[in-house]
């Protein structure tokens, strides 16, 4: 049974760099069969998908959020992690990493997230 | 502003039904499966219905889900008290590139 856990600082200074790592256990981020995504939710807020990440190292990012956003995987830890530049109070959030099972027919795109992290709130404050 | 639309809040007594709508575009909805998630209070999300209506391993037949053109909707029946929790739905956005997410449906089962 895969599993998923967030790790990084839970304070975070305005103008500097959020950085997040997911461990995955219980099933490889090496495998070909999925992608692998930040979803973040804001205090009382819904959710937002961040970007997402392939074995590979392709990726694919939020326009919203590109120009701040790198996502890397490091297949030898099974972990993938995710670095937001920049942040100011608006990025204070909880953040989660998930699995994502794409799946393409033709024209029709399909993902889901399954399972999900327990989730870590990142604030942005000085 | 969400790229989907749902309602904030839904209630229903227990053992009743309750629907909870999603429209989108046909970008999204339209053209694309939508998936629902089930956030229980101070928990992550946990996947609850994918491809428009199938149910994951373990999740209760009492949750079904629909599809027309460009809105889904998410059916509870049989409603218990824990089942008071956020739903969102989910889709792929062509013109975005990525995946958009409904707003979020408190439900209050009364």
């Known amino acids: 049974q895969v599993q998923l856990q967030e790790s990084g600082p839970g304070l975070v200074k305005p103008s500097e760099t959020l950085s997040l790592t997911c461990t995955v256990s219980g099933g490889s981020v090496s495998s070909g069969s999925y992608y692998w995504s930040w979803i973040r939710q804001p205090p009382g807020k819904g959710l937002e998908w961040i970007g997402y990440?392939?074995?590979?190292?392709?990726?694919n990012y939020n326009p919203s959020l590109k120009s701040r956003v790198t996502i890397s995987v490091d297949t030898s830890k099974n972990q993938f992690s995710l670095k937001l530049s920049s942040v100011t109070a608006a990025d204070t959030a909880v953040y989660y990493c998930?699995?994502?099972?794409?799946?393409?027919?033709?024209?029709?795109?399909?993902?889901?997230?399954?399972?999900w992290g327990q989730g870590t709130l990142v604030t942005v404050s000085s | 502003q969400s790229v989907l639309t749902q309602p904030p809040s839904v209630s229903e007594a227990p053992r009743q039904r309750v629907t909870i709508s999603c429209s989108g575009s046909?970008?999204?909805?339209?053209?694309?499966?939508v998936n629902w998630y089930q956030q229980l209070p101070g928990k992550a999300p946990k996947l609850l219905i994918y491809?428009?209506?199938l149910l994951p391993s373990g999740v209760s037949d009492r949750f079904s889900g629909s599809k027309s053109g460009t809105s889904a909707s998410l059916a509870i029946s049989g409603l218990q008290s824990e089942d008071e929790a956020d739903y969102y739905c989910a889709a792929w956005d062509d013109r975005l590139n990525g995946v958009v997410f409904g707003g979020g449906t408190k439900l209050t089962v009364l």
């Open positions: 046909s970008s999204n909805i339209g053209n694309n499966a």
């Open positions: 990440i392939y074995y590979s190292g392709s990726t």
């Open positions: 491809y428009d209506d």
């Open positions: 998930a699995r994502d099972i794409t799946m393409v027919q033709g024209v029709i795109i399909n993902n889901w997230f399954d399972p």
